[in-house]
């Protein structure tokens, strides 16, 4: 009886929470390991202090019974293995934090913390719009811009784990990186609603991308002129890099990603880039992630589910 009880545990998927931090929400899941999703919602990222933060995790894991492991993405630079945040990217309350050990007293269960955007990509490697390809890059379009970089089908993390870190690209040539003049906080999807409620008088806070989208399909002046702008911006940053590191195809994620004007708009901007240019510089293909807003959950429990078997071997 014993070995037909353990045969039946064995056979039983067994569940996991995956948590995308951003921030601004907190969105999360229960899933299998055949991704299949159970529940999904999303919280209020907390904007105060890392105790609020690991208050709000620990009651989003005790929502639900028999969770064997927490697969975590977050902003910011993060060496994985040690579950440990060297700086918080949108969230520097988290800076210099070791966030595993610090929520594993409140959840003793397996936890895995990785960065958002390489999270993103190794989901599309995995089984998304990258995984036909050897060099790609992914670009996930949040709070910032979270960016990851995938050499010979294996994500790239340096040294220092910032490998991929875009958000902060100087945008013009006197070198001062200012938090309005670094490309995360220019060209994100909030940094579109800033630009689009500046322009219009608005409060941003009272703005949703989305509403930008439905101006533009209007033929709205202010719309289509800050699309056309973002875009344009964009596809200046997708030129740069793909100058210096020669990948095949670049996936783009996040809140606006999946408009059909956003990637109209880079594809658009990027080909009178390479028509222009005196040089010849190998051409990118640009598409969508295929997992769109939830390419950041697969992608973390991927990453939860490769560092497993990596310590089982």
């Not at 045969?7 to 999360?28: A, C, H, S, W």
């Not at 902060?168 to 938090?179: E, S």
């Not at 002129?225 to 996040?254: C, K, M, P, S, Y």
Request: charged fraction near 25%; aromatic fraction near 10%; proline fraction near 3%.
């Amino acid at each position: 009886m014993s070995d037909f009880v353990t045969l039946n545990k064995e056979k039983t998927p067994r569940r996991f929470l995956t948590v995308d931090i951003g921030g601004t929400f907190i969105k999360y899941a229960l899933m299998n390991e055949k991704k299949e999703i159970f529940t999904k919602a999303k919280i209020p990222t907390p904007q105060n202090s890392r105790e609020e933060l690991i208050a709000a995790l620990s009651a989003i894991y005790h929502q639900f019974n028999d969770v064997r492991g927490i697969a975590i993405c977050m902003p910011g630079i993060i060496d994985a293995r040690r579950g440990y945040c060297a700086m918080g990217g949108a969230l520097r309350y988290n800076d210099d934090f070791a966030l595993k050990d610090a929520l594993a007293i409140y959840c003793p269960v397996p936890i895995h913390i990785e960065n958002d955007a390489n999270c993103a990509a190794y989901a599309e490697v995995t089984s998304g719009a990258l995984a036909d390809v050897d060099d790609a890059f992914a670009l996930i379009f949040g709070t910032m811009i979270g960016g990851a970089y995938i050499k010979d089908r294996k994500l790239q993390k340096g040294k220092h784990f910032s490998t991929g870190e875009v958000s902060y690209l100087i945008l013009d040539n006197k070198g001062n990186p200012t938090p309005d003049n670094v490309w995360g906080n220019a060209c994100s999807s909030v940094g579109l609603v800033r630009r689009y409620a500046a322009l219009k008088g608005l409060d941003p806070d009272k703005v949703d991308g989305k509403d930008i989208f439905a101006a533009y399909e209007s033929k709205e002046k202010e719309a289509v002129g800050v699309i056309d702008e973002v875009t344009r911006e964009i596809a200046v940053e997708i030129f740069n890099i793909q100058t210096l590191l020669d990948v095949e195809r670049f996936a783009l994620g996040g809140g606006i990603s999946g408009q059909k004007a956003f990637l109209e708009g880079v594809k658009k901007h990027l080909e009178e880039l390479y028509e222009r240019c005196v040089y010849p510089i190998t051409r990118a293909e640009v598409v969508n992630c295929l997992f769109e807003n939830d390419a950041n959950l697969y992608g973390a429990l991927d990453c939860f589910l490769a560092e497993e078997e990596l310590s089982d071997e």
